[in-house]
């Protein structure tokens, strides 16, 4: 450690902004480090990637989907139960649960040859891999829900219309939203715990009553064709959820990191 | 060492320690390196090495003393984690994704302008570019090493945290990995190589430390050091751990 210095850099900004340990000729880089939202959207892109090369979550949340959609179906008693009274919580239900099943890897993928270091040591806000996270959860979940109402509404017969349908939609997306942000919270918590994916739905299903009760009541309102003005309160209910856990996890997130 | 006047050290710790529970992994580490320099520290499973470098890359959080990288403390933000590369036994990367992919998403987070260009440029100096586009999944064991290592090196870092790197490496990898430390030393940056293998480390050592339940217990510049007689002697300070 007391060598004299051999070579020393003229400056450090210049190792650090051409890269002189490249051979010569390589194409000097710039460099500024990715912001919150740039960061989340890269490491969104990869785990997306990720997921399109495995495929193994998806798969086994449509699959699962249609499943419970068919198990529900077949458990039904119409002349009991109307069918537009039945498909709002069955909805609901596989939504919540086959939600659950992508969560999950969200983190254990990261811990498999300890990527999460790499990611950790990266030059970026450790909000922006959480909403990174996030992200890339919330187009998963969708996808699934892509695969999950179309199969209730086909096995229950119900008929909504386009304007029904984008209501759904709309509703969807915010209910979506609001199981991501805190499952994704869940995840990064439980994730170096034993029995992390028995764990994770325990402890993220009571966070998630307020979303699901907000929605279901909502799709209520759609299925049976009432006046829109009666899900106002209920979409009102899911968008502050989702504002109020959105930056609320978001900045919790950094406290699951061991330090 | 004397950095230049108007240079910080590299990395510059004063007493630095952590500590796990009633455990001190870290205790006391003194370290003073420059632009240029190597540290290589030896010793046995245990002894807080990785602890160390963890501390070092901001991974975690100093119990006590000081720590400095390129006159900035630690933990710091994401100025400090720009100028630093971490290479594990680990390798980091992401099985699903090709060896170009996990070194070009680690140059975005990087925020490199050219992300796939600097990716190629350093899968080209680790010699496995003819395998760029080979999932990490079907990769040996030595390969996907030397793509971690492409993945650690693509922004060029100031500063770089090696846990024993050459595990895995087969010669023509071990060799790369050599080459590139060397072209990374001589364009200034500092290393830190923690390793069990005595002869990798003295070969790129501009000083040696043999680190014992947490603590330096000899330190030393490489010239000092004769490399015929340094295993017997670093046996009979760690004893049979070693």
Request: aromatic residues 6%; proline residues 5%; charged residues 15%.
């Amino acid at each position: 450690m007391n060598a004299p210095l051999a070579s020393p850099p003229s400056s450090r900004e210049d190792i650090l902004t051409t890269g002189t340990s490249a051979p010569a000729g390589d194409a000097p880089d710039v460099r500024r480090h990715p912001h919150t939202l740039a960061a989340a959207w890269i490491i969104a892109r990869k785990d997306l990637a990720v997921e399109v090369r495995t495929r193994s979550a998806f798969l086994s949340a449509a699959v699962f989907t249609v499943l419970a959609a068919a198990i529900f179906f077949y458990t039904w008693d119409p002349t009991a139960v109307p069918a537009v009274d039945l498909a709002p919580g069955v909805v609901w239900v596989i939504f919540t649960f086959s939600g659950m099943l992508g969560l999950h890897r969200s983190f254990a993928g990261e811990l498999s040859d300890r990527a999460i270091d790499a990611l950790l040591g990266a030059p970026i806000s450790r909000e922006g891999i959480f909403l990174g996270k996030a992200l890339a959860n919330l187009i998963f979940v969708l996808a699934v829900q892509l695969v999950a109402v179309p199969a209730v509404l086909l096995f229950y017969n119900v008929d909504i219309g386009w304007t029904g349908a984008a209501m759904l939609a709309g509703i969807t997306v915010l209910a979506a939203i609001g199981l991501v942000i805190v499952g994704t919270l869940f995840s990064a918590m439980a994730v170096n715990t034993r029995l992390a994916e028995l764990l994770l739905p325990v402890i993220t299903l009571p966070f998630l009553v307020p979303v699901v009760t907000a929605a279901a009541q909502a799709t209520v309102v759609i299925m049976n064709g009432r006046p829109i003005a009666g899900a106002v309160a209920w979409v009102r209910l899911l968008a502050a959820f989702d504002l109020v856990f959105v930056v609320a996890c978001t900045l919790a997130y950094p406290f699951t990191i061991e330090r | 060492m004397l950095g230049l006047p108007d240079v910080p050290l590299a990395v510059e710790t004063k007493g630095l320690s952590r500590r796990f529970g009633d455990r001190w992994a870290v205790a006391g580490i003194d370290i003073s390196l420059a632009a240029g320099e190597c540290l290589a520290i030896f010793g046995p499973n245990g002894a807080g090495k990785t602890t160390l470098l963890r501390v070092l890359g901001g991974l975690l959080e100093p119990t006590g003393g000081i720590a400095r990288v390129d006159g900035m403390a630690l933990p710091g933000d994401v100025d400090v984690r720009a100028r630093v590369g971490f290479i594990s036994h680990y390798t980091m990367l992401y099985p699903a994704l090709t060896a170009r992919e996990n070194v070009e998403f680690a140059a975005r987070l990087q925020g490199l302008h050219a992300p796939r260009a600097a990716a190629s440029a350093a899968l080209t100096r680790l010699r496995v570019l003819d395998r760029a586009d080979t999932p990490v999944r079907a990769l040996s064991r030595g390969l996907q090493q030397r793509v971690s290592i492409a993945r650690a090196f693509v922004h060029s870092p100031r500063i770089v945290l090696l846990d024993e790197p050459y595990t895995g490496l087969d010669a023509l990898g071990a060799t790369a990995l050599t080459t590139a430390l060397e072209q990374l030393k001589a364009a200034g940056a500092a290393l830190i190589l923690v390793t069990h293998h005595l002869e990798e480390g003295l070969a790129l050592a501009t000083s040696v430390a043999v680190m014992h339940e947490g603590r330096f217990i000899r330190v030393e510049p490489r010239e000092a050091v004769d490399a015929a007689a340094y295993a017997n002697q670093y046996r009979d300070l760690v004893g049979a751990d070693g």
